[in-house]
């Protein structure tokens, strides 16, 4: 037999005996960095509408995007613990801010809104982002998923938003398992690698999760959720709690901002 015929027969051995060569892998499908929709939710389509209507009304110079913990920053009471209004007022009532806060949002519902006109024809100075809770609880993405998700939501605000300035802030610590307190270790390690000592221009990391601790445990004092019938674990700060995450970010966000520092007297 020729060499060549040999060869050649040889590489169809597989298909002449039944077998078959395998198919190449698929690329991993990242769901938290997919952009879906909740527009099935009418309070959801609603508030997607009315933030829409806010952003073209008037200047922005400072956008919150977000989940729940961003939207409470709206909540006005009547008990102290749910009265934000206050510390909004002294830290951002003159700053033309927006919250773009969607309760139970995760990675891919924020990047939904992104692509749907939440950040069209605003140049804020500042955009604070944090995101990735509901990554951990609604669904259960591993660390380095919801790592991607944040990241492709920061590189569409950077995108969409060259000049402006961003505090990206980590997953604030909860109570809700032994798994998602890991997770949430896990996913702001690698934000900190990412975007620690100003490694990617523009953007600047803060894990804020110390103010929430006491003698190295999760301070349930400043926690909503366990004030709550029935009580639940430890995730949304009070109004106690959020002025303290406030307070703590107030110097980077009043530097990256180019105005005064807010826990300065006038």
């Known amino acids: ?43 959801w389509r609603e508030r997607h509408q009315q933030k829409l209507a806010e952003l073209r009304r008037g200047r922005v110079d400072l956008v919150f995007l977000g989940d729940s913990i961003t939207q409470d920053w709206e909540l006005t009471g ?41 950040l069209d024809g605003i140049a804020p100075k500042a955009a604070v982002i944090l995101i990735g809770a509901n990554n951990l609880g609604r669904v259960h993405w591993p660390a380095e998923d919801n790592a991607e998700g944040i990241n492709t939501v920061v590189a569409e605000v950077r995108r969409r938003l060259p000049r402006t300035k961003i505090l990206l802030l980590g997953i604030l610590p909860s109570e809700r398992s032994a798994w998602a307190t890991q997770t949430t270790l896990d996913v702001n390690h690698a934000l900190a690698a990412q975007y620690g000592n100003g490694a ?7 894990d804020v999760g110390g103010v929430f601790m ?7 004092s400043l926690f909503l959720d366990p004030l709550l019938k029935p009580p639940e674990p430890p995730l949304h700060p009070t109004a106690q709690g959020q002025e303290r995450m406030a307070a703590a970010i107030e110097p980077t966000l009043a530097m990256l901002m180019g105005d005064r520092n807010h826990l300065k007297p006038r």
Do not use: C
């Open 200 to 206: 990617v221009p523009g953007v600047t990391f803060m």
């Open 214 to 220: 006491r003698a190295g445990a999760l301070d349930r």
């Open 1 to 43: 037999m020729a060499p060549l015929t040999r060869r050649l027969l040889l590489a169809g051995a597989p298909l002449l005996l039944g077998g078959a060569v395998p198919a190449p892998p698929r690329p991993k499908t990242v769901l938290a960095a997919v952009p879906i929709s909740r527009m099935d939710l009418r309070w």
């Open 78 to 118: 009547p008990a102290e613990w749910q009265n934000f209004r206050p510390a909004w007022d002294r830290f951002y009532g003159d700053r033309n801010a927006v919250n773009l806060g969607f309760k139970g949002d995760a990675t891919s519902h924020l990047l939904w809104r992104i692509y749907n006109g939440e």
